[in-house]
């Protein structure tokens, strides 16, 4: 079988490729929207497809199990040919697709309609599909509710246009990324619970109480959700099943995060929205529950990799400048002093020149992993910039400073194996300390270790210059 190539396939081509979504696991954005439109439609097949070169590839599927097909049995090959939505009554009376081996079977498909997915300059990815093994006549109101569905799949798709552009040009900080992702999330939580109110939210739990909390109505999303079957909770009270230390209260700034009790005791993060309605004088609330477990993990993980360093995995900068002011907040309450170690590695600019910046990376990590080996788990670590990194020891004797600094040097100064050959490198340190009654600020602290360091490099390196706490005498 042969299939239509459009005049624009190398561009579109080169849309598709650029937003890396081929071959990807499945994700909840797209896996809602195709859930939606097999209960929306009451078809038993939806897909979101992309039209590879020489396939089509299911990003997301609800009753199919086949991943892939070759280009030429895809329907969604014409679709992406076109703007407008392809409707296929009867498969078998289309010549375009009456041989189709996905036709031509027994229980195959019959009924076809597509809406195509496209990039902000008009290039056709794939599409959005409802399929049934039946003929059928899609009405118009159907018809609107896929291409309402469609949108949020494009927006999905335009938002990832708009995110690698803004990384291509790195002009935006990652606060800004993250907004864009979080603006993303709220609209396509806001799309999905508008068409979850018209089908009674099919994908949010959904409960109905009265005025003392009974329920009324629980659906097969707050069944998945929280593990007890409808039957089981009808004319109990909410709280004693999900919220026992209260139902939350209704808010109009939106949805209220809550912790919620599954059957199995297990707590659960949870976004509520409640709407209170009057039926027949009678007060009656309808909760809308979606679970924020794996958007929190999210949140966890970003705050995470925002404090920690790419390359050696120790704290970065930013976790630094976190930290070190607790740290001198614990001396003054402890009253115990604070040590603050300024290095800067001896060498290493020369050895990044010479043997290149993958053996400089690996040094690195090598450097970093032999620090945090040597002083006390405690103790912390963190990489200031470049090949320079900042020790905080609390609670350390000042005599046990110097002899620590001065092993950290001999630690530094092992010999690092570069293939066949052995590569030596050294370490300059400046030490500071903060005494309880100290008023310097965090940022006056560092700079004079780091003024310390560079006294120790002007010694001759290799070196540990030692300052005085201020006030103190020389």
Same mark, same amino acid.
């Given at each position: 079988?042969?299939?239509?190539?459009?005049?624009?396939?190398?561009?579109?081509?080169?849309?598709?490729?650029?937003?890396?979504?081929?071959?990807?696991?499945?994700?909840?954005?797209?896996?809602?929207?195709?859930?939606?439109?097999?209960?929306?439609?009451?078809?038993?097949?939806?897909?979101?497809?992309?039209?590879?070169?020489?396939?089509?590839?299911?990003?997301?599927?609800?009753?199919?199990?086949?991943?892939?097909?070759?280009?030429?049995?895809?329907?969604?090959?014409?679709?992406?040919?076109?703007?407008?939505?392809?409707?296929?009554?009867?498969?078998?009376?289309?010549?375009?697709?009456?041989?189709?081996?996905?036709?031509?079977?027994?229980?195959?498909?019959?009924?076809?309609?597509?809406?195509?997915?496209?990039?902000?300059?008009?290039?056709?990815?794939?599409?959005?599909?409802?399929?049934?093994?039946?003929?059928?006549?899609?009405?118009?109101?159907?018809?609107?509710?896929?291409?309402?569905?469609?949108?949020?799949?494009?927006?999905?798709?335009?938002?990832?246009?708009?995110?690698?552009?803004?990384?291509?040009?790195?002009?935006?900080?990652?606060?800004?990324?993250?907004?864009?992702?979080?603006?993303?999330?709220?609209?396509?939580?806001?799309?999905?619970?508008?068409?979850?109110?018209?089908?009674?939210?099919?994908?949010?739990?959904?409960?109905?109480?009265?005025?003392?909390?009974?329920?009324?109505?629980?659906?097969?999303?707050?069944?998945?959700?929280?593990?007890?079957?409808?039957?089981?909770?009808?004319?109990?009270?909410?709280?004693?099943?999900?919220?026992?230390?209260?139902?939350?209260?209704?808010?109009?700034?939106?949805?209220?995060?809550?912790?919620?009790?599954?059957?199995?005791?297990?707590?659960?993060?949870?976004?509520?929205?409640?709407?209170?309605?009057?039926?027949?004088?009678?007060?009656?609330?309808?909760?809308?529950?979606?679970?924020?477990?794996?958007?929190?993990?999210?949140?966890?993980?970003?705050?995470?990799?925002?404090?920690?360093?790419?390359?050696?995995?120790?704290?970065?900068?930013?976790?630094?400048?976190?930290?070190? #002011?607790?740290?001198?907040?614990?001396?003054?309450?402890?009253?115990? #002093?604070?040590?603050?170690?300024? /290095?800067?590695?001896?060498?290493?600019?020369?050895?990044?020149?010479?043997?290149?910046?993958? /053996?400089?990376?690996?040094?690195?990590?090598?450097?970093?992993?032999?620090?945090?080996?040597?002083?006390?788990?405690?103790?912390?670590?963190?990489?200031?910039?470049?090949?320079?990194?900042?020790?905080?020891?609390?609670?350390?004797?000042?005599?046990?400073?110097?002899?620590?600094?001065?092993?950290?040097?001999?630690?530094?100064?092992?010999?690092?194996?570069?293939?066949?050959?052995?590569?030596?490198?050294?370490?300059?340190?400046?030490?500071?300390?903060?005494?309880?009654?100290?008023?310097?600020?965090?940022?006056?602290?560092?700079?004079?270790?780091?003024?310390?360091?560079?006294?120790?490099?002007?010694?001759?390196?290799?070196?540990?210059?030692?300052?005085?706490?201020?006030?103190?005498?020389?």
């Amino acid at each position: 079988m042969s299939y239509p190539i459009a005049s624009n396939e190398e561009a579109r081509l080169a849309a598709l490729y650029e937003l890396e979504l081929l071959d990807t696991p499945d994700e909840p954005a797209f896996d809602r929207v195709t859930r939606l439109v097999t209960q929306l439609l009451n078809v038993p097949i939806s897909t979101i497809t992309l039209i590879d070169a020489e396939r089509q590839w299911i990003k997301s599927r609800v009753g199919v199990e086949t991943r892939e097909t070759t280009r030429d049995v895809a329907f969604c090959a014409y679709t992406v040919m076109a703007s407008e939505p392809l409707i296929v009554e009867d498969a078998r009376k289309d010549p375009r697709f009456a041989q189709n081996p996905y036709v031509a079977v027994s229980d195959g498909v019959r009924f076809y309609a597509g809406i195509p997915l496209c990039t902000s300059n008009g290039l056709a990815l794939g599409s959005l599909c409802a399929i049934d093994i039946k003929p059928r006549t899609l009405r118009e109101q159907e018809l609107a509710a896929l291409k309402d569905l469609a949108a949020i799949v494009t927006d999905e798709i335009r938002l990832r246009e708009r995110l690698i552009r803004e990384r291509k040009k790195a002009q935006e900080s990652q606060r800004a990324l993250n907004e864009l992702h979080y603006s993303m999330e709220c609209q396509i939580e806001r799309r999905t619970n508008e068409l979850n109110l018209v089908i009674e939210s099919a994908y949010d739990a959904y409960i109905s109480v009265d005025s003392q909390g009974v329920i009324l109505d629980w659906n097969r999303a707050a069944e998945l959700m929280f593990g007890w079957p409808r039957k089981a909770v009808l004319a109990r009270t909410i709280t004693q099943l999900l919220f026992p230390n209260g139902l939350p209260t209704e808010s109009d700034q939106g949805p209220i995060t809550y912790t919620a009790r599954c059957h199995d005791g297990k707590e659960l993060p949870v976004e509520v929205r409640i709407k209170t309605l009057i039926i027949d004088g009678r007060e009656r609330r309808s909760l809308f529950i979606h679970d924020i477990t794996e958007r929190q993990q999210l949140e966890r993980l970003r705050d995470q990799q925002a404090r920690e360093d790419v390359l050696t995995k120790l704290p970065n900068r930013r976790a630094l400048d976190e930290r070190l #002011p607790d740290a001198m907040a614990r001396t003054r309450r402890t009253q115990k #002093p604070l040590a603050v170690l300024f /290095m800067d590695l001896d060498g290493f600019k020369a050895i990044n020149d010479t043997h290149g910046h993958a /053996m400089g990376d690996e040094l690195l990590r090598v450097m970093a992993k032999r620090l945090v080996e040597t002083v006390r788990e405690t103790d912390y670590i963190a990489r200031w910039a470049g090949d320079e990194f900042v020790l905080l020891l609390e609670g350390s004797e000042s005599m046990a400073i110097e002899p620590l600094a001065n092993k950290l040097i001999q630690v530094i100064e092992e010999p690092f194996a570069a293939g066949n050959a052995a590569l030596n490198i050294s370490a300059s340190i400046g030490v500071v300390m903060y005494m309880p009654t100290s008023a310097e600020t965090a940022n006056e602290l560092l700079k004079r270790a780091d003024v310390a360091m560079y006294d120790a490099k002007r010694l001759g390196k290799a070196q540990v210059r030692i300052v005085q706490p201020l006030g103190s005498a020389s």
